[in-house]
Every structure is written in structure tokens, then in C-alpha cells.
T-cell receptor
Framework: EAGVTQFPSHSVIEKGQTVTLRCDPI?????LYWYRRVMGKEIKFLLH????????ESGMPNNRFLAERTGGTYSTLKVQPAELEDSGVYFC??????????FGQGTRLTVV | QKEVEQNSGPLSVPEGAIASLNCTYS??????FFWYRQYSGKSPELIMS????GDKEDGRFTAQLNKASQYVSLLIRDSQPSDSATYLC??????????FGRGTSLIVHP
């Protein structure tokens, strides 16, 4: 069974540009989470989908971040326009039960 | 603000010793507790889950939960150099969204 996959693994963009991160959850997992880890800090929650619906987006830092989950399958997280402080590792996780979450490899985003 | 606190370490133990990792949480309504292991540059990997007070053992790993003290720990027996990693404590409450601590770096030296 394939795990959670994320694309790209690394992205380096200039301040002001747009970047779109993609997450493919484990098949059949209704819950999908986005997290971000900034250097030296804890993994911070961004938002939670149940199927295609945003269940909780209280962790989204501002309106430069837009997440979608088309048809309850894969999800995208767009940052537009990117700022320096957006740099970090963005993790996606999915779960079937509302408990044990499985993580993707993460996307390392560097904004220069 | 729900918080999960961990000592960032590093915790250094000799090979074969018991490594003890600790975590406290602020939300008394927390229901599920997890330990993840994260190797450098890799994704967090779930290694233990615990839902009720007491101990839960899985191989060399034992998770301990004390809800009254809002404390959860992970013991690693017979520590191996391959156990060297960052160990993340995660806690979920009614919203079922895992909240993570900063992680404790464990170094097992030969």
C-alpha cells in the first residue's frame, strides 16, 4: 500500500512568487492534515480536511495560504505571494480513524 | 492555547541503556497520545499510541500515560545507535487534530 506522497520534495522560490504543494493521502483516508515545521520550532498545525471539506483551518497563518482538496482525494496548498517567513518543511498527513496519522516525506520550501 | 511540552535535549545515552523521553500537555480533555520518531530529513513515523492510563509495551518500547498528572513518557530499552532520532510527542483532543511538541533529540552512543 502506498503511503502519503508529497510533491515536490524541495522548492526554492523568490519572494513574491507563487508555489503550489501537493499531497496524495493514503487511499481511503478521509482525514487529511497540513502541518508546517519552521527551523527549530515544533510541527504546527495548518488545517484539517474531512473528505473535501475544510474541518478546521485555524492554523493557516494568513490569506496568502490557500488549501484545496478536490473530490476528497489529493490536496494542494498554494502560497501566493510567498514571503521569507514561509520557509520551512510542509508536511501532509492522513488518517482513516481520527487518531493515528501517517505522514508524507514533506516539502522543504525555501523562499529567498 | 493547547500546548505539548518536551525537553529538546539532546538526550545522550550509552548503547544498551534505557532511554526515557518525557512529555507534558496542557489540555485536560486530551484523549489520544502518540509518539513519533523522526530521522533527520525524513517524515515523522508513528511508533506508539496510548489511550488509557498505565503502560503499553511494544517490543523495546513502553509508553506510559498518567492523565491526572498530564504526563506521557516513552521508554526505550536496550537502546541502539539506530534509535538515534528526534522523538515527537503528539496529543489529540475532541477535535482529533494531533498537536505536537518540539521533539526530543536522542543520541545513543556505542
Amino acid at each position: 500500500e502506498a503511503g502519503v506522497t508529497q510533491f515536490p520534495s524541495h522548492s526554492v522560490i523568490e519572494k513574491g512568487q507563487t508555489v503550489t504543494l501537493r499531497c496524495d493521502p493514503i487511499s481511503g483516508h478521509d482525514n487529511l492534515y497540513w502541518y508546517r515545521r519552521v527551523m527549530g520550532k515544533e510541527i504546527k498545525f495548518l488545517l484539517h480536511f474531512v473528505k473535501e471539506s475544510k474541518q478546521d483551518e485555524s492554523g493557516m497563518p494568513n490569506n496568502r495560504f490557500l488549501a484545496e482538496r478536490t473530490g476528497g482525494t489529493y490536496s494542494t496548498l498554494k502560497v501566493q505571494p510567498a514571503e521569507l517567513e514561509d520557509s520551512g518543511v510542509y508536511f501532509c498527513a492522513s488518517s482513516q480513524s481520527p487518531a493515528e496519522a501517517f505522514f508524507g516525506q514533506g516539502t522543504r520550501l525555501t523562499v529567498v | 492555547q493547547k500546548e505539548v511540552e518536551q525537553n529538546s535535549g539532546p538526550l545522550s545515552v550509552p548503547e544498551g541503556a534505557i532511554a526515557s523521553l518525557n512529555c507534558t500537555y496542557s489540555d485536560r480533555g486530551s484523549q489520544s497520545f502518540f509518539w513519533y520518531r523522526q530521522y533527520s530529513g525524513k517524515s515523522p513515523e508513528l511508533i506508539m499510541s496510548i489511550y488509557s492510563n498505565g503502560d503499553k509495551e511494544d517490543g523495546r518500547f513502553t509508553a506510559q500515560l498518567n492523565k491526572a498528572s498530564q504526563y506521557v513518557s516513552l521508554l526505550i530499552r536496550d537502546s541502539q545507535p539506530s534509535d538515534s532520532a528526534t522523538y515527537l510527542c503528539a496529543v489529540t483532543g475532541g477535535s482529533y487534530i494531533p498537536t505536537f511538541g518540539r521533539g526530543t533529540s536522542l543520541i545513543v552512543h556505542p
